[in-house]
T-cell receptor
């Protein structure tokens, strides 16, 4: 497709369940970012990939959060043993250039997000 | 750590009029980038305008312009000739060279017809 896609768009999980959120970046984009957006707040950085390498995972809130991008394209964010505080919209973004790029091609294009509700 | 503050949780503007959204940020760096993003109810974030800190000239994109005051660490967005389609949540964001985006809490913009 032409843009970043994410699936599922909505996910309801019972507390303690594991969930997996998928991101399909724009084809050819080197960089991929995951953000967490709590209700009424701005997105907060979770982790960053350059191709298949996870270069920054400083924003992951706990070891229950795990992200991968094994072939340098599709990425999955996995949350184990979900808690109510994990309820949020999870946004994925991709950009053409690497993290260090500073020109217009380094614009981050966002997906529609996955709204996770943990009951 | 860098922080971005948007002090206006909600703003309203009459269609065809002008509105200004405020943003301040805190950093000790001299080289960085600032952005305004629009997030309509469908939740897909769209880049509205960007500003490189080393450029003194304020960025403009059609009806959107910024007032960048580097010394004051202020970065406001002016929307001229407001349209119904401008209604959305607007986020101010900061980025250092080679770093992730840091967002403010957002401002809801309502446009009245």
């Amino acid at each position: 497709g032409a843009g970043v896609s994410q699936s599922p768009r909505y996910k309801v999980a019972k507390r303690g369940q594991d969930v997996a959120l998928r991101c399909d970046p724009i084809s050819g984009h080197v960089s991929l970012f995951w953000y967490q957006q709590a209700l009424g707040q701005g997105p907060e950085f979770l982790t960053y990939f350059q191709n298949e390498a996870q270069l920054d995972k400083s924003g992951l809130p706990s070891d229950r959060f795990f992200a991968e991008r094994p072939e340098g394209s599709v990425s999955t964010l996995k949350i184990q043993r979900t808690q109510q505080e994990d309820s949020a919209v999870y946004l994925c973004a991709s950009s053409l250039e690497s993290f260090m790029g500073s020109g217009p091609n380094n614009e981050q294009f966002f997906g529609p997000g996955t709204r996770l509700t943990v009951l | 750590a860098q922080t971005v503050t948007q002090s206006q949780p909600e703003m309203s503007v009459q269609e065809a009029e002008t509105v200004t959204l405020s943003c301040t940020y805190d950093t000790s760096e001299s080289d960085y980038y600032l952005f305004w993003y629009k997030q309509p109810p469908s939740r897909q974030m769209i880049l509205v305008i960007r500003q490189e800190a080393y450029k003194q000239q304020n960025a403009t994109e059609n009806r959107f312009s910024v007032n960048f005051q580097k010394a004051a660490k202020s970065f406001s967005l002016k929307i001229s000739d407001s349209q119904l389609g401008d209604a959305a949540m607007y986020f101010c964001a900061y980025k250092e060279y080679g770093n992730k985006l840091v967002f403010g809490a957002g401002t809801i913009l309502r446009v009245k017809s």
